[in-house]
């Protein structure tokens, strides 16, 4: 069984930055690309950024490219995200994901275990 844990989400002023952790239980979590995405309660969950088991290749949505990196620490089953020049529009709920389908999977149907979510707020 694979549990994902969130964490790191918060208040930021719009410009601000934000580190967002996510932390996995299983034996297996190195072997599997690892995923964000973001929702707001009116809209479909949105693919953020995608990374490989190996560290090699990540892959991250047109909105935050340039600002948001993805990362992971096999030994500590933890994948981050960090989010700089964050932007109102940044505001959402966000997720880690394990991927099914390796790094360039961007559609929530390609991922099979979910976080409960952190949410992250900007402020203008």
């Known amino acids: 069984q694979v549990q994902l844990v969130e964490s790191g989400g918060g208040l930021v002023q719009a410009g601000g930055s934000l580190r967002l952790s996510c932390a996995a239980t299983g034996r297996t979590f190195s072997s599997y690309a690892m995923g964000w995405f973001r929702q707001a309660p009116w809209k479909e969950r949105e693919f953020v950024a995608a990374?490989?088991?190996?560290?090699?290749?990540?892959y991250y949505a047109d909105s935050v490219k340039g600002r948001f990196t993805i990362s992971r620490d096999n030994a500590k089953n933890t994948v981050y995200l960090q989010m700089n020049s964050l932007k109102p529009a940044d505001a959402d709920v966000y997720y880690c994901?394990?991927?099914?389908?390796?790094?360039?999977?961007?559609?929530?149907?390609?991922?099979?275990?979910w976080g409960q979510g952190t949410p992250v707020t900007v402020s203008t």
């Open positions: 994901a394990r991927s099914r389908y390796g790094p360039y999977a961007n559609t929530q149907d390609q991922y099979d275990y």
């Open positions: 990374i490989s088991w190996s560290v090699g290749s990540t």
